[in-house]
């Protein structure tokens, strides 16, 4: 492959790993909407959601002018093999459908929000000095408010594993083990990581960085620091998903679905 | 409170307080006040409180669904408003429960028993994102139409609530507006979308705004309300002013209104239209409503399932 191609492909596969890992990672956070722990809560994560999306969106435009076609075809109209999100992030917030009877775990939800939070910061700080340009431009922007998300999930992970409360910290623990195995997919870089890595597009080694971020973070509420970090079902940069990520793309495109052509 | 206040006697701390509010001071939370004015304060802000909670629900049902991006970014905005605005005002009114000893909790248990309830709307289903659009447009400018009533409320801390609040309802009214627009600008089905969402909600606009007088449904707190100047307008007035501001604006855009009877009659200057069946509102107050117990159940769950958390977090209150 050409040189100028295989920069594009790589720019391109960096950009749908951003955007739809934000993208699914919103959509689940969505479904908690007026179901979290409290109201405060509640108008917090909603926030976050919001801006997870606004990022989504910010991603799915650059391809957009990269002419990979419309933003809301890209984020609506991609069946699961051609999605490039991070499996755990996919992963569904518990039994039951949103509607009906959603039995989320807001251990669950509080691990993985931070786990992804850090990781992303981790990601953007990077992105900041990307030698892809418009991806440089709107990292600054991501991070002012990613300061504030890593504050709020980082509260929550210390408030609940520091609570003493047995039944929190065993919650918190299994949800950690749950997440752990597979989290390795939100590190990996896909097929064009090495490229990416050697065009300046984002740095590699995130994962190394996001253990020692984190490490302080477990002694201080006296967590072994042992991670067994893996990708169990597969590296969803590769198109390898799950049944959860078919469900939501269902749900997530149901009215775009409807037609296609229309403006909505 | 002065020494002079503590000494007198009950009556003379009403017509004080009469006075006061006649003189068009504002109340606070810590001011003396008549026990039927709190217990009036405390039945209006809970249940307008828990119905911005109740009414956050309808809309984030299509929040994963919302067809484009930024009608997920507006839509997912909107419902983080209402429950901000839920927030709001269950301080309000816990600060008005405290001399009771009641808390948040009490709230949360008492709509689950049934003891407090929401409004009418928040009853009903939404079954498309025609209805999302439509609850944004209609029934959050039904909302404006009635808060911006309660505005110069008599009592503070509500009247610097309202402000908050009817400044973002503006922005939902638009946000509703511009997906009804939308969907009225495209296809036949989605045109038939507006259609059906208005046949469908037209009744519980009307109720919305509660019933003309007591005779209609046994009783009414209009009365006590307009003579606390906790507001001004009757529940007549608001109706008439939200058939003024939309009977027009439905019509020009080629819809139709389910009452052929609905026109303005010049010579009284009134709206006359058929009475909704005033007798569902008792219906949605018992829960009965077509999406009552689902939403209810959704709250009860996220409840439950949080219990946990709220234990690891004591003391602290939640
Ligand atoms: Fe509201
Ligand atoms: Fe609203």
Same mark, same amino acid.
């Given at each position: ?7 594009? /492909?790589? /720019? ?9 890992d934000d993208?699914?990672h919103?959509?689940?956070g ?15 994560s909603?926030?976050i959601s919001?801006d997870t999306?606004?990022h ?25 093999? &051609? ?6 992030l &996919? ?18 939800a509080v691990v993985r929000n931070y786990f992804y939070t850090e990781a992303k910061a981790i990601k953007i ?17 991501v991070q002012?408010e990613l300061y504030y998300h890593l504050m709020h999930w980082k509260m929550w992970f ?17 949800? /950690? ?9 939100v ?23 996001w253990?020692?971020a984190v490490?302080? /973070? ?24 799950? &049944? ?21 | ?90 301080? @309000? ?27 009418? @709307? ?197």
């Amino acid at each position: 492959m050409k040189n100028e191609a295989l920069k594009n /492909i790589s /720019i391109k596969e960096l950009l749908l790993q951003l955007a739809d890992d934000d993208f699914i990672h919103s959509y689940r956070g969505a479904e908690w909407l007026g179901l979290a722990p409290h109201i405060e809560e509640d108008v917090a994560s909603a926030s976050i959601s919001q801006d997870t999306m606004g990022h989504a969106a910010i991603f799915y435009k650059l391809l957009e002018e990269l002419g990979e076609g419309d933003a809301d075809r890209l984020a609506h109209d991609r069946p699961a093999k &051609e999605r490039r999100n991070a499996i755990i992030l &996919e992963a569904a917030n518990g039994p039951g459908y949103y509607m009906k009877d959603p039995d989320y775990d807001w251990a669950f939800a509080v691990v993985r929000n931070y786990f992804y939070t850090e990781a992303k910061a981790i990601k953007i700080q990077s992105l900041q000095s990307s030698s892809y340009e418009p991806l440089a431009e709107v990292a600054q922007k991501v991070q002012m408010e990613l300061y504030y998300h890593l504050m709020h999930w980082k509260m929550w992970f210390v408030q609940l594993l520091g609570s003493h409360h047995a039944d929190a910290v065993s919650r918190m623990k299994a949800a /950690i083990d749950k997440t752990l195995p597979d989290f390795a997919g939100v590190f990996s870089l896909g097929q064009y990581g090495e490229e990416m890595v050697e065009l300046g597009l984002i740095d590699g080694g995130i994962q190394k960085k996001w253990v020692e971020a984190v490490t302080p /973070i477990f002694e201080s509420v006296g967590l072994a620091t042992t991670f067994k970090i893996g990708m169990a079902k597969g590296d969803g940069r590769n198109g390898v998903h799950t &049944e959860d990520l078919e469900a939501a793309l269902e749900t997530l495109s149901e009215v775009y679905a409807s037609d296609k052509a229309a403006s909505w | 409170m002065n020494v002079l206040f503590n000494e007198m006697t009950e009556q003379e701390k009403l017509n004080h307080f009469i006075a006061r509010i006649e003189a068009g001071e504002k109340i606070e939370a810590d001011d003396w006040m008549p026990e039927d004015y709190r217990g009036t304060l405390i039945k209006l802000i809970s249940m307008h409180g828990i119905s911005e909670i109740m009414g956050a629900l309808p809309e984030k049902e299509w929040v994963p669904k919302a067809p484009t991006l930024n009608r997920k970014l507006g839509i997912m905005a909107k419902v983080q408003d209402e429950m901000g605005h839920g927030q709001i005002l269950l301080r @309000v009114a816990e600060d008005l429960l405290k001399p009771c000893g009641k808390k948040r909790d009490d709230l949360m248990q008492d709509l689950f028993n049934g003891d407090l309830k929401f409004h009418n @709307v928040f009853h009903m289903e939404a079954k498309t994102w025609g209805d999302a659009g439509l609850i944004g447009w209609l029934v959050d400018g039904a909302a404006i139409i009635s808060q911006t009533n309660m505005l110069g409320s008599s009592y503070g801390p509500y009247s610097r609530a309202l402000h908050r609040i009817c400044a973002e309802e503006v922005f939902h009214a638009q946000h509703g507006e511009a997906i009804i627009m939308a969907l009225a600008e495209g296809t036949e089905q989605q045109r038939k979308l507006v259609q059906d969402s208005i046949d469908y909600w037209w009744e519980s606009l009307l109720l919305f705004f509660g019933p003309p007088s007591k005779k209609e449904v046994g009783s009414s707190k209009q009365d006590i309300t307009i003579k606390y100047r906790i507001r001004t307008s009757t529940n007549e007035e608001l109706r008439q002013a939200f058939f003024s501001k939309y009977v027009k604006r439905i019509l020009s855009l080629g819809y139709t209104i389910p009452d052929q009877t609905l026109r303005f009659d010049k010579e009284s200057e009134t709206w006359i239209y058929r009475q909704p069946d005033w007798g569902k509102l008792k219906v949605y107050a018992r829960n009965e409503g077509p999406r009552s117990q689902g939403r209810l159940s959704l709250r009860r769950i996220s409840y439950e399932n949080n219990k946990w958390v709220r234990e690891a977090l004591a003391p602290k209150v939640m």
